[in-house]
Every structure is written in structure tokens, then in C-alpha cells.
């Protein structure tokens, strides 16, 4: 205990400044540890389209790069298309939110079929 209480008294600020970085660490690795768990339950894995996801969202979800839905999509393949919600997306395309899911199951659909057909 006696090294402890030497060290808080010479580098009072220097253990002030590893607690926080330390208490730092902590909380990006339970946000870590938690997004895993929360994308290995399965019944995150098939969920319905919401106007609020982003097509990054959608893209892990259903394990298509995002760049490759943004290009079946008609969009350009950016991050910032990445990032966009999905209701964003329709209007900015014109479309209902329907017909925009139903776009994103035919991406989806013609990506399984691309990716079967390298895989044979």
C-alpha cells in the first residue's frame, strides 16, 4: 500500500490521467463486448426493414458489403450512402418505403443468386 500512496503523492496527476484513460478503456470495451453479443443473437439477424436503419445497418444484417447493396441500389458506393437511413434513401430516390424494401429484397436476392453461382 505504501507505493500506491508515494505515487499518488509525487504523480498525483499522472494517476489521475491513467484512471480516466483507464475508465475509458473499460467503457469501449464493454460497447465492444456488447455489439458482439448483440449481433450474434439470431434475432437481431432477421429483422424488418424500419425507415430509421441505415443501409450499413441492413448490409451486416443480412452479410452483403455495404458497397455492393449501395451499387444494386443505385447509389453511389460512399460512406455517406452507408450512413443514410433508409427512409432517407427512399425519398431521396422518389420511392415509398415499400417499394424501397422491396428493391432491397430484390438486391438482396440477386446478391445470394451472385454469390451461389462463385461458390459452385
Known amino acids: 500500500m505504501a507505493p500506491v500512496c508515494a505515487l499518488w503523492k509525487r504523480h498525483r496527476g499522472l494517476c489521475i490521467a491513467f484512471l480516466v484513460t483507464a475508465l475509458i478503456t473499460v467503457v469501449f470495451a464493454l460497447q465492444f463486448i456488447l455489439s458482439v453479443f448483440y449481433w450474434r443473437n439470431p434475432e437481431n439477424r432477421n429483422l424488418e426493414l424500419k425507415?430509421?436503419?441505415?443501409?450499413?445497418?441492413?448490409?451486416?444484417v443480412h452479410?452483403?458489403?455495404?458497397?455492393?447493396?449501395?451499387?444494386?441500389?443505385?447509389?453511389?458506393?460512399?460512406s455517406r450512402?452507408?450512413?443514410?437511413?433508409?427512409?432517407?434513401?427512399?425519398?431521396?430516390?422518389?420511392?415509398?418505403?415499400?417499394?424501397?424494401?422491396?428493391?432491397?429484397?430484390?438486391?438482396?436476392?440477386?446478391?445470394?443468386?451472385?454469390?451461389?453461382?462463385?461458390d459452385e
Open 51 to 60: 425507415g430509421w436503419m441505415t443501409l450499413g445497418h441492413v448490409a451486416i
Open 63 to 78: 452479410d452483403i458489403p455495404s458497397s455492393e447493396l449501395a451499387k444494386e441500389l443505385d447509389l453511389t458506393p460512399d
Open 81 to 118: 450512402s452507408r450512413r443514410m437511413m433508409l427512409r432517407q434513401i427512399a425519398r431521396i430516390k422518389g420511392l415509398s418505403f415499400d417499394e424501397l424494401e422491396d428493391e432491397i429484397a430484390e438486391a438482396l436476392d440477386d446478391y445470394e443468386d451472385e454469390k451461389a453461382d462463385h
